[in-house]
């Protein structure tokens, strides 16, 4: 098993940044994809950016050039740089791993852009 714990949430004016962080614990060894979604009230989650071990990312075209997601193997953490935001963020941020053929998931972190 693998446990994901996320902080960093928050409400952020438009034109704000947050940061999120993921902390992974227990059978981390193998992980080799880890990732954030995000789910807006009504909508379907989706892929906000993943990281693989090799430090290849990946980003929804939503949140290029605003988002930088980054991973620190010591500390077993993934972070989510937010940069820019606009209303349309506004969802639960979910950070999700992959270890071979299985799929964790956080408990997922409230990030909310309102003036």
């Known amino acids: 098993q693998v446990q994901l714990v996320e902080s960093g949430g928050g409400l952020v004016q438009p034109g704000g940044s947050l940061r999120l962080s993921c902390a992974a614990s227990?059978?981390?060894?193998?992980?080799?994809?880890m990732g954030w979604y995000r789910q807006a009230p009504g909508k379907q989650r989706e892929l906000v950016a993943v990281i693989t071990s090799g430090s290849t990312t990946h980003y929804a075209d939503s949140v290029k050039g605003r988002f930088t997601i980054s991973r620190d193997n010591a500390k077993n953490t993934v972070y989510l740089q937010m940069n820019s935001l606009k209303p349309e963020d506004t969802a639960v941020y979910y950070c999700q791993a992959s270890r071979g053929i299985y799929n964790y998931w956080g408990q997922g972190t409230q990030v909310t852009v309102s003036s």
């Open positions: 227990g059978s981390i060894s193998s992980i080799n994809v």
